[in-house]
């Protein structure tokens, strides 16, 4: 999408404010690994930076992007192997040689001024220029241009004064001698296919992929970060270049085929007809990259082979390279393609377009039934066998013909390098009951943990965390590292219906909307907070205001208020520094709220934006997702298929561990008088003065913003107001307009 949202509205009731519920992509994405960093020294940008002469690889190429094979970078300057070079900024056109390093010139003409104090008049003579090489130190390799330069000087001599010629130096002269060192080194890991980390390989985004793991295309960088946030701009985003291939010793005899699978969208953002995916090859002998496929937006559909001969002899060369690139828009985690399985080998042909691999499909996510995770406590006290009763497996048989598959799968848990526990998935299982799997088919089975092994709950300590291993195997040839998949089982304070990985925001909108998950728990007990994790998307709602609200479960939609936030103490999204970081909410006061088994936790909000909580869209537990634009008086379940990353935390024997956070009452700040008429003084901490400061209104809506001084409300309605300091620690502050 072009820096647009891509949202469903249920309900409008006004071209206003129009409320509804909305679904839209997330705009920063925190598990790209970052590249290697240049490091700047003063002015020299490429100061103490590194450049790596990448090694060469052999055919076969292939990467099904099951495990990481990006270089890593880890500069070190004193590692085996690493040189340095000095390079000067100002050089001597005639020799190359350094300038010396108290040289400085301006590309301003200066000039000497002779004033006679017989004539009162003066001449000007201006200087004649210097010839200098001047270097960009902005990248690397540098580049030199002779510039016609001046001294930076004027010089006044006064004819008939003795002793009287003054020099005035240009104040910061546009070219001064500097220098830059730069370290190099060569790499040498076979086992790293790809030069860049722009991509995001994951488990999640991808929608019924052959096997575990895909290569990502959006409009974030290697930091996760918009390519240009806040714009509706288009362009190359993401590329992913191979390293150097060794392809001399071939011709176009040797049948190289260079193969692909590809998918648009998946659980991601819909790639527009005007967005793409390109490939492209480089020759080495000719420096020069050469289209050879694309593929234009869509919607979501099953993995599409490509295959493509190499036969040009341009490419037969030694640091013959290949490279992916997306087009779209550069604002966020949108316009999405998928890659997997790319192969390139000799000895292929025209039909030869498949990837013989039995694999599991989707990583596992829980044993437990309806949870992902819940409180250790609950656990430990229930007499009810929580095992999951229809555990899902996927898996994808990559064989072109059926294949008979007896071997048995398998899932255990352990603590510490010990299993603690196992159960035996045998071949027919895998595939509803048939052992010969059909060719190119994925199968979803599901598995009744409950009559096998159980978690032990003689265990000491306040939490748990077990280690969960799941396997799958296969009689013929195969990539077994496509065969396991592992998680931790999480036993904690809370309850949590998603797996921790965020595909999208959702939300509510409208002022006075409200967003309600209902939870079912294991026992009465008492709540402490909210564990939330939201993301920006489209619009930053770090502001915006809303209320932490608990309900009780009447006929299955929220009920009545077992506690709602002070009006006067809102809260507001925070974004976290990690990727699927969730945030701890806890009740004002550190109080605890007793619950039945059967709850709703949520909020109300303030503010008509949608706050974007994350959406989990690989676990569909939106049954359990309900909103109401209309005060609560109506309530309706989500049309978005996913699980809400809204956790309900418990009161267990963590409650010491976790620095509860009180409402904040001391005066770190205030406003006076109270209630006002006609201006508002504003008191806060000395180095926060003449700071912005935003006044909203009960409902949410801005109405003034100044700086935190003496604030002039005469133009507000009477009523209730609140104050806050963007980017600042700071509670709200409320007062009365009289």
Same mark, same amino acid.
């Given at each position: ?272 007809? &005007?967005? =793409?995916? !390109?490939? @492209?090859?480089?020759? #080495? +002998? ?7 496929? *694309? ?50 080998? &000799?000895? =292929?042909? !025209?039909? @030869?377009?498949?990837? #013989? +691999? ?7 996510? *829980? ?372």
């Amino acid at each position: 999408m072009k820096a647009r949202l891509f949202f469903v509205v249920l309900l409008v009731h006004s071209f206003v404010q129009a409320q509804g519920f909305e679904m839209g992509p997330i705009m920063r994405n925190f598990d790209c690994n970052a590249s290697l960093t240049h490091l700047k020294s003063g002015n020299n940008w490429i100061d103490s930076t590194f450049f790596y002469s990448p090694d060469t690889l052999s055919l076969p190429f292939f990467d099904d992007f099951s495990s990481d094979k990006f270089q890593q970078y880890n500069p070190q300057y004193n590692a085996p192997g690493v040189t340095s070079q000095l390079y000067y900024k100002l050089l001597d056109p005639a020799t190359n040689n350094a300038l010396p390093t108290s040289n400085s010139f301006t590309d301003q003409a200066t000039f000497k001024r002779t004033f006679n104090v017989v004539t009162s008049t003066f001449v000007d003579t201006v200087f004649q220029t210097i010839a200098v090489k001047s270097g960009d130190f902005t990248q690397f390799p540098i580049s030199y241009q002779t510039l016609n330069l001046y001294p930076p000087y004027y010089i006044y001599d006064t004819i008939g004064v003795p002793d009287v010629s003054d020099t005035v130096w240009v104040q910061n002269p546009n070219y001064i001698q500097d220098s830059a060192r730069i370290f190099f080194a060569t790499l040498n890991d076979p086992n790293a296919l790809w030069l860049d980390h722009q991509v995001y390989r994951n488990e999640r985004y991808a929608v019924q992929p052959r096997s575990l793991g895909v290569a990502t295309f959006d409009g974030l960088n290697e930091h996760g970060y918009p390519y240009a946030i806040g714009t509706s701009q288009t362009n190359f985003a993401d590329h992913l270049y191979s390293k150097p291939l060794d392809l001399s010793p071939y011709t176009a005899v040797d049948s190289l085929y260079f193969s692909f699978l590809v998918q648009p969208e998946g659980f991601g953002d819909i790639p527009e007809s &005007t967005d =793409s995916l !390109v490939l @492209d090859f480089y020759a #080495k +002998d000719l420096d020069q990259w050469f289209h050879v496929w *694309s593929m234009a937006g869509d919607t979501v559909a099953p993995f599409k082979v490509v295959h493509i001969p190499v036969t040009a002899a341009k490419y037969f060369k030694k640091g013959f390279q290949f490279r992916f690139r997306n087009y779209g828009a550069l604002s966020g985690s949108l316009d999405h393609f998928h890659i997997d399985y790319v192969h390139l080998r &000799t000895q =292929s042909d !025209v039909n @030869d377009t498949l990837f #013989k +691999d039995f694999a599991l499909v989707y990583p596992l996510t *829980s044993l437990l039934e309806s949870y992902t995770a819940v409180p250790w406590d609950h656990y430990k006290a229930s007499t009810q066998n929580h095992m999951n009763t229809a555990l899902p497996l996927v898996l994808h048989n990559g064989s072109p013909n059926p294949e008979n598959n007896s071997i048995a799968g398998s899932i255990s848990f352990g603590q510490n390098g010990s299993t603690l526990g196992a159960y035996v998935l045998n071949g027919a299982s895998l595939s509803n009951g048939d052992l010969n799997y059909n060719a190119l088919t994925t199968y979803t089975s599901y598995h009744d943990l409950s009559s096998g092994a159980s978690f032990p709950t003689n265990l000491s300590g306040d939490e748990q965390v077990f280690r969960v291993k799941g396997t799958i195997g296969a009689q013929f040839p195969n990539l077994n590292q496509n065969d396991t998949t592992g998680f931790d089982q999480v036993f904690s304070n809370y309850y949590s219906y998603d797996d921790g990985s965020a595909e999208a925001a959702f939300g509510p909108t409208g002022v006075q909307s409200r967003l309600a998950i209902s939870y079912e728990s294991y026992e009465a007990d008492s709540l402490i907070g909210i564990s939330m994790h939201f993301l920006p998307s489209v619009i930053d709602v770090s502001n915006d205001l809303f209320l932490l609200s608990v309900w009780t479960n009447v006929n299955g939609h929220p009920g009545d208020l077992l506690y709602e936030d002070d009006v006067f103490f809102p809260r507001s999204p925070v974004y976290g520094d990690a990727r699927n970081q969730f945030v701890n909410y806890f009740f004002a006061d550190t109080q605890k709220v007793s619950v039945p088994t059967s709850f709703f936790v949520g909020w109300r909000q303030l503010d008509p934006h949608r706050l974007n909580l994350g959406l989990d869209r690989n676990i569909d537990r939106s049954d359990k997702i309900q909103y109401s634009v209309d005060g609560g008086v109506n309530w309706y379940i989500s049309p978005f298929e996913g699980s809400a990353m809204l956790r309900p935390i418990f009161s267990t024997a963590l409650d010491a561990t976790l620095q509860l956070e009180t409402q904040r009452t001391e005066s770190t700040w205030s406003c006076a008088p109270n209630p006002a008429t006609e201006t508002l003084t504003i008191y806060c901490p000395e180095n926060l003065k003449g700071q912005a400061v935003n006044v909203y209104s009960i409902s949410g809506q801005q109405v003034l913003q100044a700086a935190a001084s003496t604030l002039d409300i005469s133009g507000l309605q009477p009523g209730i107001y609140f104050i806050q300091m963007p980017h600042s620690k700071l509670p709200t502050l409320k007062f009365v307009k009289q």
